[in-house]
Nanobody, 126 residues
């Protein structure tokens, strides 16, 4: 079992930056996939980014590519989402997710993740 706790959300102006962190406890396999998802009011859950724990290969949604960077600290069992050039449409609750047995074709499928954090609010507004 893996427990995930997000931190770092808040209010930021358009064009600003914010860094989210997700700290894990429990067993993390070398083929673990850590991801960030988000959900805006009235919308479904949207894939943002993912990283393979062992290879550090990363995946991004087109909407955040070039603005967001996902990374992981293996020793701290923490995954980060550095968000820059934030836009009002980035406003959402951001969730950390993970899975020890995820195949590549399932990385962008929320129902395939076993572990979820409680979410952290990110609001982009002037």
């Amino acid at each position: 079992q893996v427990q995930l706790v997000e931190s770092g959300g808040g209010l930021v102006q358009p064009g600003g930056s914010l860094r989210l962190a997700c700290t894990s406890s429990g067993y993390i396999a070398n083929n673990y996939v850590a991801a960030w998802w988000r959900q805006a009011p009235g919308n479904g859950r949207e894939f943002v980014a993912a990283v393979k724990w062992g290879s550090q290969h990363t995946y991004y949604a087109d909407s955040v590519k070039g603005r967001f960077t996902i990374s992981r600290d293996k020793a701290q069992k923490t995954v980060y989402l550095q968000m820059s050039s934030l836009k009002p449409e980035d406003t959402a609750i951001y969730y950390c997710a993970g899975d020890n047995n995820l195949i590549q074709s399932s990385i962008r499928r929320s129902e395939q993740y076993d572990y979820w954090g409680q979410g952290t609010q990110v609001t982009v507004s002037s």
